[in-house]
């Protein structure tokens, strides 16, 4: 069965060479039929090895199925030739900066992606929907896929839903509520078909190695400190990417227009919980260099360190039926063993962006 309606024919995916964008892409490609336009600027975060795995093992029919467009969207003349060649039936909107530490020390470049692209994408997709025939412009869908970050911090109790106002705390959340808010205003007063959905943190293969999991795997690997920001009781809702995979793609195909989905894997857990159950992993697999957990080691806090998120997906499981299908812990396994035989890429990717795996953001030598 395709992962997509087969109305939709023509999809263009923006961030299509990123974590969770190149995961979107692998699947419309094995599940689909659809042609599939991969929108990335290729920044120090992009890859396309996952994506060029999928299509050596699917031939060359996917392959032609997939059109990389190497934009920035903060270009909007690049922009609308990108929709333009794409002639999308949907849009998923995944490009953006991620990195609430690399926000800190450059918050100008996430205003520029996550602002000023996501406006030009919306000028884009409003243009090309206007000028689509009656038929088509029904079916038409624009998703813009976000982060619990938005709503700001949880204290001990309680969850994020889609009507928990926002409240962003780093200028990486601030940036993606704007971007929230030009999307449903985009809606309202053009009428752009837009569904957004808002996700708790990501986790699994092929995410590039500065995220909280993958530099705890590595770190631990080389045999070096392990980060552990202040306490290390700040709380995460963490969501297998795969899951996510399965929940955007049931909002895209039937989603209610102009309505917010939250998505939470179910499984809040303490940033020490999670490092510590990584160094448990590592102590099965390299057994010579246990315990993995001597090497945690505490550090100064993040800027406006966000204290804990929690997600309430009661909407998107009442209305669409959607469920994780990976428990944290499983999920976890999957990720670990993956990086450790795929340590090569790892090297390769950040060797390409010139990063080491220190810590970044200059905001954590201020008092």
Request: net charge negative; proline share 6%; with cysteine.
């Amino acid at each position: 069965m395709s992962c997509v309606p087969a109305s939709v024919q023509r999809v263009l995916v923006t961030g299509g060479a990123g974590f969770i964008g190149g995961a979107v892409v692998r699947r419309l490609l094995t599940d689909s039929q659809a042609q599939v336009f991969n929108l990335d600027k290729l920044g120090y975060a992009s890859d396309l090895s996952s994506i060029e795995a999928v299509l050596k093992d699917l031939g060359p029919d996917a392959a032609e199925r997939h059109v990389p467009q190497q934009v920035d969207l903060v270009d909007p003349v690049a922009t609308a030739a990108a929709v333009q060649q794409a002639d999308p039936d949907l849009v998923l909107h995944l490009a953006a900066e991620s990195h609430v530490d690399r926000s800190i020390d450059g918050p100008s470049a996430f205003l520029d992606s996550n602002v000023s692209g996501t406006f030009s994408l919306l000028q884009a997709c409003l243009a090309h929907w206007e000028a689509l025939p009656q038929e088509r412009q029904q079916a038409f869908r624009f998703q813009h896929i976000s982060t619990d970050e938005v709503f700001g911090s949880l204290g001990a109790t309680g969850r994020f839903s889609e009507t928990t106002p926002y409240d962003p705390r780093s200028p990486y959340s601030a940036s993606k509520a704007a971007s929230d808010h030009l999307v449903s205003a985009w809606h309202h007063t053009y009428g752009l078909p837009v569904l957004l959905t808002n996700c708790s943190n990501n986790f699994g293969p092929w995410q590039f190695p500065e995220k909280l999991i993958p530099v705890v795997i590595l770190k631990a690997l080389a045999g070096e400190p392990i980060p552990l920001y202040g306490d290390g009781a700040n709380v995460r809702d963490w969501l297998f990417v795969d899951d996510h995979v399965d929940a955007l793609l049931l909002v895209a195909s039937q989603g209610q227009i102009g309505r917010s989905y939250c998505v939470g894997g179910h499984g809040e857990r303490s940033n020490r919980e999670v490092v510590e159950t990584i160094c448990a992993l590592l102590d099965q697999a390299c057994p010579s260099a246990a315990p993995h957990a001597d090497l945690i080691t505490l550090v100064k806090d993040r800027p406006g360190h966000d204290r804990r998120y929690a997600i309430d997906p009661s909407r998107i499981t009442t209305e669409l039926g959607w469920q994780p299908r990976h428990r944290f812990e499983q999920g976890l396994e999957a990720t670990v063993r993956w990086y450790l035989e795929h340590q090569h890429w790892c090297s390769t990717v950040r060797s390409r962006a010139g990063y080491g795996g220190e810590r970044i953001g200059s905001g954590f030598q201020r008092p």
